[in-house]
């Protein structure tokens, strides 16, 4: 499975932005998907996660401002990020594995795209 972000950018605080993640093969409609960060200086930490069947995690500190969503016609997973905070800032991954991996480690990352807002 690869991987590819995309979609980030310079974004002033409280605007918006969607980042996709583009997947190969023929595993993604059956794999999870997750969107983790890492702030310069500090752990990569997961951001939201989304199960085959349709159930969502999100972290604490974006629920009800990210939503993540997939398309297993074409192959993609989002993160629609709104209301975003200077502390949003990070580089963001797609990840994707099985459910019980994917909100801890999952085993087939993205390249990051970066994400910076201005205050």
């Known amino acids: 499975v690869q991987l590819q972000a995309f979609g980030g950018g310079l974004v002033q605080a409280g605007g918006s932005l969607r980042l996709s993640c583009a997947a190969s093969g023929r595993v993604f409609s059956t794999y999870s998907m997750a969107w983790y960060r890492q702030a310069a200086g500090k752990q990569r930490e997961l951001v939201a996660a989304?199960?085959?069947?349709?159930?969502?995690k999100y972290s604490d500190s974006v629920k009800g401002r990210f939503t993540i969503s997939r398309d297993n016609a074409s192959n993609r997973a989002y993160l629609q990020m709104d209301s975003l905070s200077p502390e949003d800032t990070a580089v963001y991954y797609c990840?994707?594995?099985?459910?019980?991996?994917?909100?801890?480690?999952?085993?087939?990352w993205g390249q990051g795209t970066l994400v910076t807002v201005s205050s």
């Open positions: 990840a994707t594995d099985l459910w019980n991996a994917v909100t801890v480690a999952p085993r087939y």
């Open positions: 989304l199960s085959v069947g349709g159930i969502t």
